[in-house]
């Protein structure tokens, strides 16, 4: 387990061993889920006497006593610190502060032991607070490990973390140079994606992110994603990449990128954009152009005509890819990802759900 400060366990002196008066109020408990299951309870008792001897300084309170238990039905150890106060101590916790998916992020504790320290000083930074506790805990001793961080800290703050992923049928072939991108848009929007992980989340292979955001919860941002048509080699998906760009019409803060596919699809085109998350399924849709072309040449010939009546109509067309689908022997089809527009009267009927 990682501290945010280094505290020796002599530092930990209880007001009721040291003959201190207790304060007026009440007696509270604050319970931290969760602990690390590779740490065992001894190694947790350690671990949780260092918190509560910050938690005493950083809250002003006076604890009582601090240790570990297993945790049966969740096959997990939890923590608990009891101590007395006037009134519970406010705590800002990423446990109740992260809204999204709840992803299990990272699959090493390597990778999460990284995160970690980049993840409390962004914390600090952007709140203004000082994490008595964080760590990184394994979330299940079933099945491959998934790790997760959490950090603590005395006071109030309007920043909340948000986790989201892009969820894709294959891996990408290279995540780096959209992830560059992902930054940047997001910095557009005042987010900052500390984070990324690309692998499998769930049942399929995904981009997660996980970010801060101050505010109005109400404007959160997260990450959609959706894979789209399939073309036989790397060569023809990137140009299939660069053809959706030019049939734009319509900006949106997002990004293509190829996955490989199955050795009998080829690859896949991949669309990976930031979006509300209230009504992110009425902003952007995806239109499947019914008929068929003999060639991709011809498919991309007609799409910037059909971009361009789209637009006409009042469509705010983003870009048009033209492939297969999941058949490699399908016919060439043309797909349209168009933007709908927020506070519309109603939802088109043809309108995807991302």
Partial sequence: MNNPRTT??????????CGAPAALGGIYTLRVASMDIDQGVEGCNAYIQQVAAQFQQDAGVSVISAACEVDSPMDSIKGEIAYSA???????????????????????????????????????????????????????????PRYRTRIDAVGFSDVFRYESAAFLSHSLVDPNPPVAVLHEQARELGIGPFAWYHGPVRSMRSLAVTHYQKGDRTNRFYLHGKSSVYLPTLEECEAARAAFDRTRTADWLGVTACSAAHPSVGFQMNLLWWDRAIGADLAIKTTSIPGAYSSLDDCRSASDAISRQISSSGEQVIGIACGRDHNPRGPIKMEVLSKWTYGQSSRPANAGSN
């Fill in 8 to 17: 020796s366990l002599a530092t930990l002196v209880f007001a009721t061993l």
């Fill in 86 to 144: 006037p009134k519970s101590a406010n705590v800002w916790s990423t446990t109740s502060t992260t809204y999204g998916e709840q992803l299990d992020f990272y699959y090493t504790r390597q990778q999460c032991e990284e995160a970690l320290g980049r993840e409390v000083a962004l914390v600090k930074d952007l709140t203004g607070l000082t994490p008595f506790l964080a760590f990184c805990h394994k979330t299940s001793s079933i099945g491959a």
